[in-house]
Nanobody, 126 residues
Framework: QVHLVESGGGSVQAGGSLKLSCVRSGYIYSSCGMGWYRQAPGKERELVSSITKYNVATYADSVKGRFTISQDHAQTTLFLQMNSLKTEDTAVYYC????????????????????WGQGTQVTVSS
């Protein structure tokens, strides 16, 4: 069973930066990649950024040019570098592993289910 633990959240002023980390442990048969999601109060959880095991990254339009997703060589630690933070980036940020029952997967969105971390709060003040 996969286990995900996020860290790096906190409070920062607008224009500042934070770097989130997510450490993955446990067994994964196969995955389509990993992603960062966020959920602001009263809003649905949304995909912020994803990355496949081939390091193909995608970003929500709202964070393009400001956030950078990456992973370590072993693909057990996921990062999200967040620069030029805005108040609207305030949310709980969740790490997810996109699991599949197929032997291989090249497209992040082809997952069968997502495994979630517990989330880390990011608060951006004006």
């Amino acid at each position: 069973q996969v286990h995900l633990v996020e860290s790096g959240g906190g409070s920062v002023q607008a224009g500042g930066s934070l770097k989130l980390s997510c450490v993955r442990s446990g067994y994964i048969y196969s995955s389509c990649g990993m992603g960062w999601y966020r959920q602001a109060p009263g809003k649905e959880r949304e995909l912020v950024s994803s990355i496949t095991k081939y390091n193909v990254a995608t970003y929500a339009d709202s964070v393009k040019g400001r956030f950078t997703i990456s992973q370590d060589h072993a693909q057990t630690t996921l990062f999200l570098q967040m620069n030029s933070l805005k108040t609207e980036d305030t949310a709980v940020y969740y790490c997810a592993a996109a699991l599949t029952y197929e032997k291989s997967c090249t497209n992040y969105n082809d997952y069968a289910e997502l495994a979630w971390g517990q989330g880390t709060q990011v608060t951006v003040s004006s």
